[in-house]
């Protein structure tokens, strides 16, 4: 059983900056690839980053060059550094684990982005 718990969520001005931070727990049994997505009001869940066991790093277009995924095996934690942030990167973030075929999900954390 694997648990994810974010943090770091909050309400922001346009431009601004925030850090979500997740933390891993549990039993890992092979390499595993860890991502943020997140939910905006009314539409479905989405991928926003990911990084590969080997520290591949992916992004969606729209957050190209404003957000940088990182982890740490470590202590198995991802974080997601967002800068410029804009309202339409309001909504629901959630961590997530890939491993072995299998989708872990944290509760989520809200951001929101609004004068």
């Known amino acids: 059983q694997v648990q994810l718990v974010e943090s770091g969520g909050g309400l922001v001005q346009p431009g601004g900056s925030l850090r979500l931070s997740c933390a891993a727990s549990?039993?890992?049994?092979?390499?595993?690839?860890m991502g943020w997505y997140r939910q905006a009001p009314g539409k479905e869940r989405e991928l926003v980053a990911s990084?590969?066991?080997?520290?591949?790093?992916t992004y969606v277009d729209p957050v190209k060059g404003r957000f940088t995924i990182s982890r740490d095996n470590a202590k198995i934690t991802v974080s997601l550094q967002m800068n410029s942030l804009k309202p339409e990167d309001t909504g629901v973030y959630y961590c997530?684990?890939?491993?072995?075929?299998?989708?872990?999900w944290g509760k989520g954390t809200q951001v929101t982005v609004s004068s």
């Open positions: 549990g039993r890992f049994f092979s390499a595993y690839a």
């Open positions: 997530n684990i890939k491993m072995r075929g299998m989708d872990y």
């Open positions: 990084v590969s066991s080997g520290g591949t790093t």
